[in-house]
């Protein structure tokens, strides 16, 4: 993971050419895009340091802005009706303790997956973002296991975590032509988290 998060930062823009260059020279095509690189950084907002924060932005935000960039210019130069979907969170559209950056992330993603669905309809493109509940990753344990993670899902109608395939299975979906019809949507999976 940490060599993903490496090879994202800004810093790292340039190598972003090599990627599409590669995946093309394997597929042939590319025709979609997910966004799903993140980190979290637990702290209380007056806490919270700047190196946190950016590197929070970098991995979360901005990377997933770089990427969908380079794919849309892609899918519109080559006339490709691609799809994107970005990997926001119920972070984007709630608060949480101690995730200030996180949630500041996931919001920001949200926003950008609005505005890049309604400039790019006009071609094709489909983009949406997907916020999940906590996810039993290697983040979601990070973040969630123990009793803070126990009182969470007291709080949630489904009483649980989603697994990762949840998630996959709802990626899926958007990226397939049983959803052509949806694009600029924040997909909610989070067990009725936000319904309160």
């Not at 979609?32 to 702290?43: F, P």
Request: one cysteine or more.
């Amino acid at each position: 993971m940490e060599r993903i998060q490496n090879f994202l930062c800004w810093e790292r823009r340039p190598l972003l050419p090599e990627v599409l260059s590669e995946a093309v020279k394997t597929f042939g095509k590319v025709d979609i895009l997910v966004n799903c690189a993140g980190i979290v950084a637990l702290e209380k907002a007056e806490l919270i340091s700047e190196s946190d924060w950016d590197r929070t932005m970098n991995i979360n935000l901005k990377a997933t802005f770089m990427m969908a960039q380079m794919l849309g210019k892609y899918f519109i130069e080559n006339k490709i009706p691609g799809c994107i979907v970005n990997m926001a969170s119920q972070a984007g559209v709630i608060a949480l303790d101690k995730h200030v950056a996180y949630c500041a992330s996931k919001g920001a993603i949200i926003s950008m997956t609005k505005v890049m669905a309604y400039e790019w309809g006009k071609y094709g493109i489909r983009v949406n973002a997907v916020s999940p509940t906590v996810v039993l990753t290697e983040l979601g344990h990070k973040a969630w296991d123990g009793p803070v993670g126990d009182a969470f899902k007291q709080e949630m109608p489904s009483g649980r975590f989603a697994e990762p395939d949840e998630i996959a299975g709802t990626i899926a979906f958007l990226c397939s032509g049983a959803a052509g019809m949806i694009t600029g949507h924040n997909l909610l999976v989070d067990g009725g988290y936000t319904i309160k």
